[in-house]
């Protein structure tokens, strides 16, 4: 009997480049780079050989291709969660790991620099000694 398809949103097959890090993993605080090879707007499935588990939280970047925004491809940064492990599907030791985005976040930009406020510098005249 058929498993019953659980995704309520089209996935594409598309390889496309991912940059993670998993949240609460003592440790590994490093940055990861991969690949995704399906995406929707709501998950992600992508191999890499980081030591993740069902459950993990992770934060990801990767750039929404326009089949997934609806618009312009766009860099996208979340959070999201791992569902599901696919061990032993890659000969070099990776894993295949599905994961849930649970919230998009604002990516921290740098401030642009600005004009700097300066107090005017008082004429000496107006000193008093």
């Known amino acids: 009997m058929a498993t019953p398809e659980r995704r309520h949103l089209e996935r594409y097959r598309l390889r496309i480049p991912l940059r993670f890090r998993a949240l ?13 090879i ?5 998950g992600f ?3 890499t050989s980081a030591p993740l588990q069902v459950g993990m939280p992770i934060e990801a970047t990767i750039r929404m291709p326009a089949e997934v925004t609806g618009g312009k491809p766009d860099d996208t ?3 999201a969660r791992v569902v599901h492990a696919k061990p032993g599907s ?3 030791g990776r894993m295949g790991f599905g994961a849930e985005i649970e919230a998009y976040l604002e990516e921290e930009k740098p401030k642009a620099p600005g004009p700097e406020l300066v107090k005017p510098a008082t004429p000496r005249s107006l000193l008093k000694t």
């Open 24 to 36: 609460n993993l003592a440790g590994d605080k490093s940055d990861h780079f991969t690949e995704a």
């Open 38 to 42: 399906n995406i929707s707007r709501g």
């Open 45 to 47: 499935f992508f191999v």
């Open 77 to 79: 940064h979340c959070r």
């Open 90 to 92: 890659y000969s070099d």
